[in-house]
């Protein structure tokens, strides 16, 4: 059997290109989320495109109950898994603290940092059986400096640094390699979700600058995770589009 990969949020943005880069390149894929429909339409894209197997896994990683049941009834061939990719994740809204809408909090914090634990929680201990194995989790430069109106997504994104950071210490004894890579804006449906359907708000935040693509982080991700020795980790890879110079600092064109 080829490795396996196991890719969170897979039926959009990052995740998608992350199943189909690992796909092409003949590692057998589970992909997950909760649009069912993507999926089905995922799966069957990469098998009919590549030489490799495809599983999808229908869940929504706020629900530890769905999470644990689908990682501990995955079928034999399926249960070694290689290469976890902590990416399903979530912004919603950009208002100021006073401000915000509380159940919007909830779904992030509940996505964003106990979705990324649950599914950590119930694929570390096969990782720590074949003592060996690669956890990426998807963190941002929302991380590594909050932003006004980002409050709670960059308050859930510095949790993934801090949580990356634990547990690489809690699995460097058992071989296990653990790698926080952190875009800067990328051009997915992740602004289309932060506000919430509106799509001129949406694409005002790309306006005058070429964002990074969902390619150029599973690009990145395929590096980090298959490209390098065996002894060599990345720990913390940041990484934006050339006019993005920090959260605050966007060079951008008139168009
Ligand atoms: P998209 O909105 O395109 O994709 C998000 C993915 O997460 C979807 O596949 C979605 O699947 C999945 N997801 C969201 N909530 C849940 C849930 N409760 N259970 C399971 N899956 C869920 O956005 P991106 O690809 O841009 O985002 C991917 C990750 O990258 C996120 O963690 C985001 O915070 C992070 N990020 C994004 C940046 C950007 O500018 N785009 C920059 C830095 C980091 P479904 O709805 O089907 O469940
Ligand atoms: C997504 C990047 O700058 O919108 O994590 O927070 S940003």
């Not at 509380?102 to 990782?127: F, H, Q, R, S």
């Not at 109106?149 to 296990?176: E, F, P, W």
């Not at 920090?246 to 064109?253: G, L, T």
């Amino acid at each position: 059997m080829n490795k396996i990969v196991l890719v969170t949020g897979a039926t959009s943005g990052f995740g998608e290109a992350i199943a189909e880069i690992y796909a092409k390149n003949g590692l057998n894929v589970i992909i997950t989320g909760r649009r069912k429909e993507r999926l089905e339409l995922l799966k069957s894209h990469l098998e009919n495109n590549y030489q490799t197997k495809i599983l999808a896994l229908n869940f929504d990683v706020r629900d530890k109950n769905a999470v644990f049941n689908a990682i501990n009834s995955l079928p034999e061939e399926w249960k070694n898994i290689d290469i976890l990719i902590n990416n399903a994740g979530l912004a919603l809204g950009s208002s100021p603290i006073q401000e915000g809408n509380i159940d919007d909090w909830e779904t992030m914090i509940d996505t964003n940092v106990k979705g990324l634990l649950y599914v950590t929680k119930a694929v570390a201990p096969v990782m720590i059986k074949n003592n060996k194995g690669h956890i990426v989790n998807i963190g941002s430069t929302a991380g590594k400096e909050a932003y006004p109106g980002g409050n709670v997504y960059c308050g859930s994104k510095h949790a993934v640094q801090g949580i990356t950071d634990g547990m690489r210490q809690d699995l460097v004894q058992y071989g296990i390699k653990v790698t926080q890579i952190c875009p800067g804006m990328a051009e997915t449906e992740f602004s289309l979700v932060r506000f919430k359907g509106d799509k001129e708000k949406a694409d005002n935040v790309y306006k005058g600058v070429t964002p990074l693509t969902a390619e150029d982080v599973a690009q990145v991700t395929f590096f980090v995770t298959s490209g390098l020795a065996q002894h060599v980790e990345i720990r913390d890879l940041v990484m934006s589009c050339q006019q993005q110079a920090n959260s605050f600092v966007v060079h951008r064109k008139s168009e």
